[in-house]
């Protein structure tokens, strides 16, 4: 069995699923979405993270490591992010908390430990855990499968938050112990799907076509990217391919933000949402009434 990376595991959700909830965030996706929220979480490996704005200008991190992977050049700090070993010598005399590992493998038991100390919460307001990421489906399955097992076991609700790119067998071993599918759709032109996404849309739409069949409980979550898929033909096209293909219980129409734009500089990625704008209030209204005059009366904007 292989050992995930997990970024983090948030309590208190409420925007991951119903009622309050915990959310563990898995690193690593297959997905490449240029407005991505979460890029800490692309990659399957831990990385290192530097806040430049944090930075006091110490220089501790240059001085300590023992590997020579920092160097400074005209009074600023250069990260060699390749040969880093992530050994974290230099966290410990970062001055300013400026530096940061994202990602750290943890065993079942781990995360088991962590979710339980607010069982009391997820009684109390029909909430439970939600698997997300980065994408939880394309981790170990034997992973994934031992630990939904065992919360099962325990009785908690459980919902997936997935962008639909992983292996269908992998949708199979998961659905038993599944009580809801938080599943993105995004856009149903392939063409913009690749350019946007880095791949096709063909195997998230087949995933999702089979839970369907198989009767899984379905929150379709649509990012409204404005000048991606916020025109009425994008949306038209997500309503009408819904219609006749798919059970949704609830639609969640999230509007795109920007305030990631710092974590891409922080891990050294180019940040290519820049162009995309924010829907306004008045535009999601509308769009959530296209869905509702369609017959999706469970859509709400947010999660
Ligand atoms: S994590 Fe370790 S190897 Fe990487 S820069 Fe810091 S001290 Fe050097
Ligand atoms: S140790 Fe931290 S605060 Fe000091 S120079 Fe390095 S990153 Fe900046």
Known sequence: MKIPNVVSIQKYSIHDGDGIRTTVFFKGCLLNCWWCHNPESQNFKPELMYNKEKCAGCFNCAKVCEHNHVDIENN??????????????????????????????????????????????????????????????????????????????????????????AFQKNYEKVLPYVDTFLYDIKLMDNEKHKKYMGKGNELILKNLEYISSQGANIYIRIPVIGGVNDSDKEIEDIINYLKENISVSQINLLPYHDIAASKYERLNMKYKGKEFTVPSKERMEKLKNMFIQKGFSNTKIGG
């Open 76 to 165: 600023m700090v250069i990260n060699d992010r390749v040969n880093c070993k992530l050994c974290g010598k230099c966290l410990d005399y970062c001055v300013n908390n400026a530096r940061e590992i994202v990602g750290k493998q943890c065993s079942v038991m781990d995360i088991i430990k962590e979710v339980e100390k607010d069982s009391m919460f997820y009684e109390s307001s029909y909430g439970g855990i939600t698997l997300s990421g980065g994408e939880v489906m394309a981790q170990d399955m034997e992973f994934i499968v031992s630990l939904l097992k065992k919360l099962k076991r325990k009785g908690y609700n459980i919902a997936i938050d997935t962008c639909g790119q």
